[in-house]
T-cell receptor
Framework: GDSVTQMEGPVTLSEEAFLTINCTYT??????LFWYVQYPGEGLQLLLK?????DKGSNKGFEATYRKETTSFHLEKGSVQVSDSAVYFC??????????????FGKGTKLSVKP | NAGVTQTPKFRILKIGQSMTLQCTQD?????MYWYRQDPGMGLKLIYY???????DKGEVPNGYNVSRSTTEDFPLRLELAAPSQTSVYFC???????????FGPGTRLTVT
């Protein structure tokens, strides 16, 4: 079935450092891909999305490119801030069998940014 | 416009008790979802609904029930609570399909 694998955390960075959080997926069709962010004590919020191969999603300085050849959707930011401290979830829209039409989430990566 | 609201925020249940987690959205979304989030395990889909009167099981439905009598409300019922149901529960909604889901703030449930 469809699945998402993202790098395990926690990730600790200094302010203004470069961020990469790796995400790879397995799907039989052509899913849409998403990054959601969860700030402490809150629900998830959509950060960015890409609906087809080579699309780049971007928001709040974060970017991710849909790479079909490597089945990846890595999240990047050039200069992180303390306010970016959160848990980041990679997700895909299911296309296989029972998961069709639903979101499949990775386990999440906790990011802590130190001043 | 409150978005997705959930009540209660916290609850402690004893083994065998029952309760209903409430979820309401005011965005006129067709799709609604219930997830549970266990530490380090991401989110697992419990049940979802594509419209009033229509519900379907997700990945982990055992021990739960849902109903969808209106577009706005999607309550989750726990019967005979078990320690394995200790988790944080999130309700979400979306307009057309799973693309952009809006999440509520969550309910932290402990079963002892």
């Amino acid at each position: 079935g469809d699945s998402v694998t993202q790098m395990e955390g926690p990730v600790t960075l200094s302010e203004e450092a470069f961020l990469t959080i790796n995400c790879t997926y397995t799907a039989t069709g052509y899913p849409s891909l998403f990054w959601y962010v969860q700030y402490p004590g809150e629900g998830l919020q959509l950060l960015l999305k890409a609906t087809k191969a080579d699309d780049k999603g971007s928001n709040k300085g974060f970017e991710a490119t849909y790479r079909k050849e490597t089945t990846s959707f890595h999240l990047e930011k050039g200069s992180v801030q303390v306010s970016d401290s959160a848990v980041y979830f990679c997700a895909l829209s299911g296309v296989d069998g029972g998961s069709q039409g639903n979101l499949i989430f990775g386990k999440g990566t906790k990011l802590s940014v130190k001043p | 416009n409150a978005g997705v609201t959930q009540t209660p925020k916290f609850r402690i249940l004893k083994i065998g008790q029952s309760m209903t987690l409430q979820c309401t959205q005011d965005m006129n979304h067709n799709y609604m979802y219930w997830y549970r989030q266990d530490p380090g395990m991401g989110l697992k889909l419990i049940y979802y609904s594509v419209g009033a009167g229509i519900t379907d099981k997700g990945e982990v439905p055992n021990g739960y029930n849902v109903s969808r009598s209106t577009t706005e409300d999607f309550p989750l019922r726990l019967e005979l609570a078990a320690p394995s149901q200790t988790s944080v529960y999130f309700c979400a909604s979306s307009y057309l399909g799973p693309w952009e889901q809006y999440f509520g703030p969550g309910t932290r449930l402990t079963v002892t």
